[in-house]
């Protein structure tokens, strides 16, 4: 039977898996998740034991998933970003979708990150509401 097409096969991928909440049933990993929805962590599904969430980032953070409604939360979101994500992690900024009308955009976010020297490497649509771009820190050349 051929595979469903890769689009189709990736709306179906679990909103945890999708984001990198869990990447395998016995990991443990910490996750910073900061001015999220209410109703966020139920729509993520039933997780393994080991996945931790924290209200801030820590040395020990592998992933920040941060929600951010408008520019000025943005940035703060970036300074926190620039000051606190470990060298190894990986970090989720969430926006309202544009049908929202935020004013502001994912160029908005993706231009400050890579400001900042994060690079973006994966887009998400969360729900009908939020979309999310994953960023990293830009490998040094030396």
């Not at 909103?15 to 998740?33: M, N, P, Q």
């Not at 994500?85 to 890579?114: D, M, Q, Y």
Request: hydrophobic share 40%.
């Amino acid at each position: 039977m051929p595979s469903p097409p890769r689009d189709t096969a990736y709306s179906n991928t679990p909103l945890a898996k999708k984001l990198g909440v869990t990447i395998t049933r016995d990991e443990s990993r910490e996750i910073a998740l900061i001015a999220a929805p209410h109703d966020f962590i139920p729509k993520l599904g039933e997780l393994p034991a080991g996945i931790h969430f924290r209200k801030s980032i820590a040395s020990s953070t592998v992933l920040a998933i941060i929600f951010i409604r408008t520019l000025a939360e943005l940035q703060g979101a970036l300074d926190l970003l620039e000051a606190k994500l470990p060298p190894k992690a990986s970090a989720w900024i969430v926006r309202p979708k544009t049908h929202h009308k935020p004013g502001f955009n994912e160029n908005h976010v993706r231009n400050g990150a890579l400001a900042r020297g994060l690079v973006d490497y994966k887009i998400c649509s969360v729900d009908a509401d939020w979309s999310g771009i994953k960023f990293a820190w830009r490998k040094s050349n030396s």
